[in-house]
């Protein structure tokens, strides 16, 4: 369980600690709140949120999933994205295994700070080499 309140029962407080700490296939549950990047190198998991769960990617894309074998898969249900200054800000590539987004939301906006300086928003999604999204 993540919560960036760090709630009763959750043993994360930030999602990019709590991918890189549990192993290959594992499910994370997400509480509401702020949330930064998810990376995933040839590592499959479930992402459950709801919500008031946001994922941002400031200078990375919020979300990157990249060499998942066939026997891996990807799933992230119940998340918005909000504001980000990278280029993609959900990047798929070179998946054998399934990726799932599901009940996602994407807001096509830069950053506050950054809009007063110009800066367009980013991109929505790039998927390359990818069998099934």
């Known amino acids: 369980v993540v919560d960036a309140a760090n709630g ?77 200054t990278s280029m993609w800000q959900v990047h798929l590539s070179n998946n054998a295994g399934r990726v799932l987004l599901q009940e996602f939301q994407y807001s096509n906006s830069t950053s506050p700070y950054l809009a007063g300086f110009g800066v367009p928003p980013p991109s929505a999604i790039r998927v390359d080499n990818c069998a099934q999204v």
């Not at 995933?40 to 008031?52: S, Y």
């Open 8 to 84: 009763p029962g959750s043993q994360f407080t930030d999602l990019p600690t709590a991918v890189a700490a549990v192993p290959d296939g594992a499910t994370l549950l997400v509480r509401p709140g702020a949330y930064g990047p998810i990376d995933l190198n040839g590592k499959g998991m479930t992402i459950v949120g709801g919500p008031g769960v946001m994922l941002n990617g400031l200078l990375a894309p919020a979300i990157q999933v990249k060499n998942l074998a066939v026997h891996q898969a990807f799933s992230l249900r119940g998340a918005h994205m909000g504001w980000g």
